[in-house]
């Protein structure tokens, strides 16, 4: 065994990302719950980086707000930073079945089942959004510090919800 500590990592992207929710979302749903909490305060919370100070009053108020235990939350293994795709037998079904829909030929199976594909190639994608609007805030950091950093952001577009990188912008013209 190592005579290091192990390192604490918050997963707090994940936990929201499960839930649908941003930043801002969780901000708004504490102060209602009567919780002031600085939105740098959850901000530090999305980073890939170790932990080295928590606040469990504000740990405390994002377990009971998203219904989760702590253990869901700070945990002391590493958040995967690897990009995840499909399996290529999720994918050829997703394919198939996007066929099937937009030829209007779907049956309430079909539907059901293109409705969780999709749903999971979503989460994916938002996943792997936030992966890389935190490997650039590194690089961003690293290279510029008055760089502003990226996020993601969901936009609803009617039925379609994609993800935009919102990149940095420079505070000072």
Do not use: W
């Not at 606040?55 to 702590?70: F, M, N, P």
């Not at 198939?96 to 089942?113: F, I, Q, V």
Request: glycine content about 4%; hydrophobic content about 35%; charged content about 30%.
């Amino acid at each position: 065994m190592s005579n290091s500590l192990p390192l604490a990592y918050s997963h707090l992207p994940s936990v929201l990302a499960k839930r649908r929710l941003k930043i801002s979302d969780l901000h708004d749903k504490l102060k209602a719950a009567g919780v002031k909490v600085n939105h740098k305060s959850l901000y530090r919370l999305t980073s890939s980086a170790p932990l080295h100070k928590i606040d469990t009053r504000i740990v405390g108020a994002i377990c009971h707000t998203c219904a989760v235990g702590i253990q869901d939350l700070i945990v002391f293994e590493r958040p995967k930073s690897v990009l995840q795709k499909f399996n290529d037998a999720d994918q050829k079904r997703l394919d198939d079945l996007m066929t099937k829909h937009s030829e209007g030929k779907l049956n309430a199976e079909e539907l059901r089942e293109f409705d969780e594909l999709s749903e999971k190639a979503h989460e994916l994608t938002m996943a792997n959004a936030r992966i890389l609007v935190s490997q650039r805030r590194v690089l961003n950091s690293a290279r510029s510090p008055e760089l502003v950093h990226g996020s993601v952001r969901e936009r609803h577009d009617g039925k379609r919800k994609r993800a935009e990188l919102v990149e940095g912008i420079p505070r000072h013209p």
